[in-house]
C-alpha cells in the first residue's frame, strides 16, 4: 500500500493537526510542504495536479484527492487504522466529536483565524501595520469564544468529550495556538483553558512538540523577512 500523499504548510492549523494525528496513528505518508506565504497553493501546477480548491491541506491516497479538513479526518479514519480515542464510537463518543467539529468551526476556528489574520497574516502581506479596530474587535471576538469554550466544553471533563484525549481537543489546541503563537495570551481569564491546553500538550508528547517548533519558527523566519519569505519585499 503507497503511503498517503500530505499537502501541507505548518502556518496553517488544520496541516498541524492532521500532521499530528498521521504521525501519532502510525499511518505510512508522504510530507510535501507547500508555501502558502510563497503562494504555492494558488499556482496553475498546483490547481491542476493537487486540488482544484487551491487550499491546504490535501491528501491524495490511492488515486483519491481530497481537500477540507475534516473530510480528510473522517476519511482517515474510515480507510485507516486510526486508533479509537480520537474518534470513539462508544458512549456517542463519535456523535460529541462531530458537534465540536461543527461548532468550532463556526466559533473556535472563525475567531482565532481572524486574529491572526488581522494581526500578522495581512499586515505581513500588505507591508502596513495592524489596525487597531481591527484588532481590538478581533480580541473581544476571541475572548467571547473562548469564554464560551470554557463554559461549553471544559466544564465537568479532563478533554472536551471525556477524560480521554480526541480529535477535538486536537484541532482546538492547533486553532487556539494561531493567536498564540503571535502573542496572544488566552488563558488571561481562562484558567479552565490553560489547565485544559497543559493537559493536551502533555498527552500529544513529542508529536506536538516538533509540530509546534516548526510552526514558531516559520512565523519568526517570516517576521525577519529570510529568503523564504523575501517576495514580500518586492
Not at 488515486?63 to 480520537?86: Q, T
Not at 489546541?173 to 481569564?189: L, W
Request: with cysteine.
Amino acid at each position: 500500500m503507497q503511503p498517503v500523499k500530505f499537502y501541507f504548510d505548518f502556518i496553517n492549523q488544520s496541516s498541524r493537526a492532521l500532521y499530528i494525528l498521521m504521525e501519532a496513528s502510525k499511518i505510512p505518508f508522504e510530507a510535501i510542504p507547500i508555501s502558502t506565504l510563497k503562494g504555492e497553493h494558488l499556482t496553475g501546477e498546483f490547481r491542476d495536479k493537487v486540488s482544484p480548491f487551491k487550499c491546504l491541506p490535501v491528501i491524495n491516497d490511492d488515486n483519491l484527492s481530497l481537500s477540507e479538513s475534516v473530510a480528510i479526518f473522517r476519511h482517515l479514519n474510515r480507510e485507516k487504522i486510526v486508533p479509537e480515542h480520537w474518534y470513539p464510537r462508544r458512549n456517542y463518543g463519535r456523535s460529541r466529536v462531530d458537534e465540536f467539529l461543527e461548532w468550532q468551526q463556526r466559533n473556535v476556528s472563525n475567531a482565532c483565524g481572524n486574529y491572526f489574520q488581522q494581526k500578522w497574516l495581512l499586515p505581513l502581506l500588505d507591508k502596513t501595520p495592524p489596525e487597531d479596530k481591527n484588532i481590538n474587535a478581533a480580541t473581544h471576538r476571541l475572548n467571547q469564544v473562548l469564554k464560551d469554550f470554557e463554559s461549553l466544553f471544559l466544564n465537568k471533563t479532563k478533554f472536551v468529550i471525556g477524560d480521554t484525549i480526541s480529535y477535538a481537543d486536537l484541532i482546538a489546541i492547533c486553532e487556539i495556538d494561531q493567536p498564540k503563537f503571535i502573542g496572544f495570551d488566552p488563558f488571561n481569564h481562562h484558567p479552565k483553558l490553560g489547565k485544559w491546553y497543559d493537559e493536551v500538550r502533555e498527552a500529544l508528547g513529542p508529536y506536538y512538540k516538533k509540530v509546534a517548533e516548526e510552526f514558531d519558527n516559520k512565523v519568526k523566519r517570516a517576521e525577519k523577512k529570510i529568503p523564504e519569505v523575501m517576495y514580500l519585499q518586492q
